[in-house]
């Protein structure tokens, strides 16, 4: 089965600096990425997502890289506020019904 | 507007007093989840319908259990609670299974006496 390593597992970083978080998975029939955020007692939050047939997506401050050859897949966050404070998780599946497999999930502190 | 909508928020039961918590869609999606999230770790899937056939994950405990009415609500039922089941339960819905996007709801926490 998919195996979603992420890292780091907590990230701090001043107001106004970038933040990346790193994500690798084992099934090379993976193709399907989102991250979602989750705020303390709240729901995760789709944020962003990627297919495999493209190589990076931006939304605004948030943009997310893949690299099928390497099987990795990173989110960057630019111009960090201290409301990206949370923890964001990875994950992976695939066109055969595979149900999402989760990364470990970063903690992320913005310091104001 | 909500579009998964899980009661209640917040549930307190007893040791091995059974449970229900329940979950409904608005969006008219295929698929149903249950997660189980425990502090500062990621959803852990207990089980999905994609409409109405069932699919349970194999390290699911026997003592969860769930059904689907119809297409919009779903229920987990927790039989037997122990200590160990104090978490937060997270439905979900997506269109369809594989590379769809997932919609949760805000969870319901719960706590065992």
């Known amino acids: 089965g998919e195996n979603v390593e992420q890292h780091p597992s907590t990230l701090s970083v001043q107001e106004g600096d970038s933040a990346v978080i790193k994500c690798t998975y084992s099934?090379?029939?993976?193709?399907?990425f989102p991250w979602y955020k989750q705020e303390l007692g709240k729901r995760p939050q789709l944020i962003i997502d990627i297919r495999s047939n493209v190589g990076e997506k931006k939304d605004q401050r948030i943009a997310v890289t893949l690299n099928k050859t390497a099987k990795h897949f990173s989110l960057h966050i630019t111009e960090t506020q201290p409301e990206d404070s949370a923890v964001y998780f990875c994950?992976?599946?695939?066109?055969?019904?595979?149900?999402?497999?989760f990364g470990g999930g970063t903690r992320l502190m913005v310091k104001p | 507007d909500a579009m998964v909508i899980q009661n209640p928020r917040y549930q307190v039961t007893q040791f091995g007093k059974p449970v229900t918590l329940s979950c409904s869609q608005t969006?008219?999606?295929?698929?149903m989840y249950w997660y189980q999230q425990k502090s500062s770790q990621a959803p852990k899937l207990l089980f999905h319908y994609y409409d109405k056939d069932f699919n349970n994950e194999a390290d699911t405990p026997d003592n969860f259990q769930s059904r689907r009415p119809n297409t919009s609500f779903c229920f987990l039922d927790i039989r037997s609670p122990g200590l160990g089941d104090a978490a937060m339960y997270l439905c979900?819905?997506?269109?369809?299974?594989?590379?769809?996007?997932?919609?949760f709801g805000d969870g319901t926490r719960l706590s065992i006496l």
């Open positions: 969006l008219n999606h295929n698929v």
């Open positions: 994950a992976a599946s695939n066109n055969a019904g595979n149900m999402l497999t």
């Open positions: 979900a819905t997506s269109r369809n299974r594989g590379r769809e996007p997932q919609h």
């Open positions: 099934d090379s029939a993976s193709n399907y």
